[in-house]
């Protein structure tokens, strides 16, 4: 389903959440209204973005009768810990003075108290899975700041008042809730949305793959089947730590089947896939072009590449 909410940076966006089990479930993808690929490279600064349009989402599922969410929290533009998603659903933030502060990453350190009175009533009888794969803490070296920031638009300096911040929201989170998000392992994902997430909602953190498995279907096409093709759009080192890829392979060498993998690129590390039960990975762009090029070919690419995985293997099997 598709509704208006608001891109990081204010202005309306159509942002989609899906509805499974009979409509009993609904899932949230914090990018699509919060995501990176929203604004312009140019536009990126997380001290400004903001996971308000996340939250007006989730209100408007609220509205629609849902009450059990899976949210999937990957690809977002922002660092603020979740905060725009606790101001949607009427979570006030106050300065020192007592009043509202602003939305994004810069307005956290100005926050020195959480009044949950008006928060949405209805959260209280509502579940969150969070589908996320992160287990980096909302602080230190490895938090969201530090590691996710670059990412997101954020320069040195920026990095160091968006952990001052994140410093300051993870106290008022203590003081507010009772739960210590500082070290917290999946804290750090999406910009701190974890940290907000499992402090204010009734929520549980799970690996995204174990979920996709879990309701796609996935082990009922793998009963009988003689080879599992997976991918992404990069493998390298960073696929090994619990990508989709991954639980693939854990749950097809389990059953004694076969894995290839497919890419649109290859980087180094991948040896640990090898390990995991993957046979083999392939790069799907089959010569020299531009990256604009082989985005706009990419499902003739895989075509391709799947064609000859497959007529490989089935030669293997006849011989």
Known sequence: MSRSSSCPL?????AEYGLIHGGSTCVVELASASGLELIAAEERDPLHTTTYGTGEAIRRALDAGCRQFIMAIG??????GGAGILQALGVRLLDEAGQPVGRGGLELQRV??????????RLAESTFVIASDVQNPLLGPNGASHVYGPQKGATPEMVAVLEQGMCVWADRILEATGLRVHDLPGAGAAGGVGAGLLAFFKAEM????DLVIEHSGFMAHLE???????GEG??????????????VAKEARRHGVPVIALAGSVGPGIEPLYDAGILSVHSIVNGPMALEEAVARAG?????????VIRTFAGIVRG
């Not at 009988?224 to 997976?230: E, H, Q, S």
């Not at 990069?234 to 619990?242: C, E, F, L, N, P």
């Open 112 to 121: 020195a108290a959480i009044d949950m009175g008006g928060m949405d009533a």
């Open 224 to 230: 009988g089947a003689d080879l599992v093709i997976t």
């Open 10 to 14: 204010g202005r309306p966006v159509d």
């Open 300 to 308: 003739e690419l895989l075509e391709m590449s799947a064609e000859q």
């Open 75 to 80: 690809g977002s533009a922002t660092n603020d």
């Open 234 to 247: 990069r493998m390298d080192a960073q696929t090994a730590s619990g990508k989709t890829p991954m639980g």
């Open 206 to 209: 799970r690996s995204g793959i």
